[in-house]
């Protein structure tokens, strides 16, 4: 039995210097898979990491698809043991805006405990952790206990196509295994090690309302036509309604599966500090929909959001013209039992009837993401707490999230199996904004829980 890790924590305590500069080159490589520009570095980032898992000692391949590339390595080694499935992604967010970043973005630097660069907590510096772990344990005893297969994408940041088509064709051949772990997500707060539950699922839609054929005068032509920027105005505001924070798509709550009383408890039971969560952020009052607290509306309750809004003069001064187009970037976060497709029908359907007349309007709808919950019984899940516990000294608590994970879903369709979601982040790692950072101590005690969930798996009886 091979309960005790002592061997392998001693090495990753001798070893985790270089560790962590194993995880800066990573880092150093501009992965940015939604800016055709960083072509030649995602694909080399790819190529970089199939090399990393072979000097691990997996046998490793990149594999093509129509989009970016897979890494997939695996050591299968110990039959009739279980089989953990590592999933991450290599690609990063974009950088801008880049003038708020105190380094170059892809230049990992250390402030403390903290190592700041794009991509140190999403995803590369918490994916790396499962390798490294596995990494040790090779170094160490030659062998594992169980078998590993890790699966890394590098388009999760910009609609996951590949990965996707990837699993659903594989159909649980080669992606066969007992477990599925992802470490793509935070923990509660700071030493308070979390088991995730849920995500939610995601509709994206971009709405281009189109007027006059050119932009006009506004004098000539102002209060005589519909001004595309208006109609889009007019088109937000009936989004949602200010007072109670309801969405206001017809349907849209329908298959919205209710907060459970239980769930209710849990949550009010986390330590919550009003104060310091608006002081975090930077605002005065918080807002959302009635009946709700903020933790449950977070992870728990479906929403609508502008991402980005955009047409018109965007230059210095004022210039006078009535914009000729519109453009609107919109989200809805959403949760079982909801389904994307639907709900962006019922979007669609709605734009086009409180449109004013007098405009067109076009709906373009991006990759969507299906909503989640996992169950979190059985031995599998038993052996995730108990090796976050040995090594956070904490029972992990159970909570939800409010972000997304597309290919989470499908695993859960296609493998049939459970996924750990074993987030090593901190809320104010500021993913997908400047100074993104990850706490080099989570980095460490991220290789130490793997290490432990490895050796803990192995006593499952298969
Ligand atoms: N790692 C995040 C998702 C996440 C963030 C989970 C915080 C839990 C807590 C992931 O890389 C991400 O950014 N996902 C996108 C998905 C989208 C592009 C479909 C998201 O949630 O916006
Ligand atoms: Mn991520
Ligand atoms: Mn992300």
């Known amino acids: 039995m091979a309960t005790d890790s002592r061997d392998v924590l001693d090495r990753v305590d001798r070893d985790k210097k270089a560790y962590l500069e194993q995880l800066k080159s990573y880092l150093r490589i501009p992965s940015v898979s939604t800016d055709p520009s960083y072509r030649d570095d995602v694909l080399g980032c790819a190529a970089w990491l199939t090399e990393q898992m072979r000097s691990a000692g997996l046998t490793a391949e990149t594999i093509e698809t129509d989009g970016y590339p897979l890494v997939y390595g695996e ?79 590098g388009e999760e940041e ?71 920027l208006n109609a889009l105005a007019q088109i937000v505001a009936r989004l949602q309604d200010p007072k109670t924070g309801k969405v206001q798509i ?58 980005g809004i955009f047409g018109g003069y965007q230059g210095e001064g004022a210039k006078t013209v009535l914009p000729s187009w519109a453009g609107l970037k919109i989200s809805m976060r959403l949760v079982p039992d909801q389904d994307p497709k639907k709900i962006a029908a019922a979007l669609t ?50 909570v939800r999230e409010g972000g997304s994970i597309p290919i989470v879903a499908t695993f859960g369709q296609v493998l049939q199996v459970p996924t750990l979601l074993l987030g090593f982040g901190l809320k104010d790692d500021a993913l997908h904004a400047p100074n993104e950072k990850f706490n080099i101590s989570h980095f460490y005690n991220g290789i130490r829980s793997i290490v432990r969930l490895i050796d803990r798996m192995a006593d499952i009886e298969n």
């Open 75 to 153: 050591w299968c080694g110990a039959p009739g043991k279980p089989t953990v499935l590592f999933y991450g992604h290599y690609d990063v967010q974009p950088v801008d805006p880049i003038e708020l970043w105190r380094h170059p973005p892809f230049e990992p630097t250390e402030e403390g405990d903290r190592l700041v660069c794009r991509g140190a907590t999403d995803d590369k510096g918490q994916s790396f952790a499962h390798l490294m772990a596995v990494a040790a344990i090779l170094e160490e005893r030659g062998e594992l206990p169980v078998n590993v297969k890790f699966i890394v994408e």
């Open 158 to 228: 910009s609609g996951g196509e590949a990965i996707e088509a990837f699993v659903r064709e594989d159909a649980g051949r080669r992606l066969s295994c007992d477990c599925v772990v992802v470490s793509d997500s935070s923990m509660y707060g700071p030493g308070q090690p979390s088991l995730i539950y849920g995500l939610k699922g995601m509709a994206y839609l971009e709405l281009k309302v189109t007027g006059p054929n050119r932009d006009l005068h506004s004098g000539t032509y102002g209060g005589v036509v519909t001004n595309p």
């Open 250 to 307: 017809p349907g849209f709550y329908d298959d919205v599966r209710p907060l459970e009383d239980w769930e209710r408890k849990e949550f009010a039971a986390l330590p919550f500090d009003e104060d310091d969560y608006k002081n975090a952020i930077g605002v005065k009052e918080l807002w959302g929909e009635d009946g709700y607290t903020p933790t449950e509306r977070a992870w728990a309750r479906p929403t609508c959001d502008v991402n």
């Open 349 to 398: 359907s709605f734009v086009h009837e409180v449109a004013p007349p007098g405009v067109e309007v076009e709906v373009h709808e991006h990759h969507g993401a299906d909503p989640i919950l996992v169950k979190l019984e059985g031995p599998i899940v038993d052996a995730a707490l108990a090796a976050m516990e040995d090594v956070w000294g904490k029972r992990p608590v159970k």
